[in-house]
């Protein structure tokens, strides 16, 4: 069993890579729940209103397909992983739609879930600058996206860079720079030179 996570800013491309590495690899794909997301509308339109309701709506939903994922016999890739989670928690809390009580309580959550979690074998950070990230959004037109503020990308970007070097304490990372999309076989050959420096083997979580 191997467990690959895909890695990256809003607009990046993630979904797709997912999509088409496990069928590469012969893996499950596992998608980031954004369509069934009864909050993401609001959230664009009010953050500090829906911020906190939002992450523990998302925090819930990545921590039972991460659950669901773990304990399932088939290799997996997903998008987005759990831990990316609190990149997006940590900039609301900084820019003040998350208050410091609510934020307290988010991390007190995630502090228990991690308990039951194991790193991914491989994370796959896929790296672009937050104007192709915009750009790519605008592209998708996805119409609760349509307000995002480039200083919000620009801060997801540095948010990210500091969470994979957070994660190579735990994992292996594969940095790939995605301004422009890489063939999925060359992605595939990547990961797989990885994994012969560190064979799959999940991990458990150090608490």
């Known amino acids: 069993m191997a467990f690959i996570g895909i890695a990256g800013p809003i607009g990046v491309g993630k979904s797709t890579l997912t999509r088409d590495l496990a069928a590469h690899l012969g893996f499950k794909a596992y998608f980031e729940p954004v369509e069934s997301n009864p909050y993401l509308e609001d959230f664009y339109e009010d953050m500090k209103r829906w911020g906190f309701t939002m992450q523990m709506h998302l925090l819930a939903r990545r921590f039972a397909q991460h659950q669901e994922l773990v304990w399932q016999r088939d290799s997996a890739v997903q998008d987005r992983t759990i831990y990316e989670d609190t990149v997006f928690a940590r900039l ?12 307290e309580t988010y991390l007190d959550h ?11 074998d491989i994370i796959v950070y896929l790296r672009c600058t937050p104007e192709v990230a915009a ?49 999925v076989e060359r992605v595939a050959n990547l990961v797989l030179d990885a994994a012969e420096k560190r064979p799959f083997a999940r991990s458990p979580h150090r608490v």
């Not at 995630?110 to 991914?120: I, T």
């Open 110 to 120: 995630f502090h228990v879930m991690l308990r039951y979690l194991v790193y991914p």
């Open 92 to 103: 609301l809390h900084e820019g003040g739609f998350i208050d410091d009580r609510d934020y």
């Open 135 to 183: 750009r790519r959004i605008r592209a998708r037109a996805r119409e609760a996206e349509r307000e995002i503020p480039m200083t919000y990308l620009e801060e997801l970007h540095l948010g990210y860079e500091a969470f994979a070097i957070e994660m190579r304490c735990h994992t292996v990372v594969v940095d790939i720079d995605w301004e422009e999309f890489v063939p």
